[in-house]
């Protein structure tokens, strides 16, 4: 069973992906982004998955915060995922460093399929 570690202050939006994921993954939630890396210590993650915009710190910001991290040594290596609020917003996820992301509303199929191939490359 892998980790995954979810930043939204969505609850709906936590419910989904818990509810798509679960079963072959603890899920575990932080609401801000600025409570990632803090969180990645604790839980030591096999995948983030970013809401595009959650708190003070947005999806965006943080992914690269976390790459920036791991570059650096002070965070394991670690694939993310955004989860994006339209199409539109594809053009900010090639610039976050994000290793994938989808669109909402959420296909429980697709989100449990790229979760998956991030947790196997």
Do not use: C
């Amino acid at each position: 069973m892998s980790d995954v570690l979810l930043a939204t202050d969505a609850d709906w939006l936590f419910d989904e992906v818990a509810a798509s994921l679960g079963g072959s993954h603890d899920v575990h939630r932080v609401r801000e982004g600025s409570a990632v890396t803090a969180a990645m210590g604790e839980v030591t993650p096999d995948l983030v998955i970013l809401d595009l915009q959650i708190g003070n710190m947005g999806g965006v910001a943080t992914s690269l915060l976390i790459k920036q991290e791991s570059r650096a040594g002070r965070l394991p290596e670690t694939p993310v995922m955004l989860l994006l609020d339209r199409e539109a917003d594809e053009f900010l996820a090639t610039t976050s460093d994000a290793d994938a992301w989808i669109t909402k509303p959420l296909n429980s199929l697709a989100l449990r399929r790229a979760a998956q191939n991030l947790l196997d490359s």
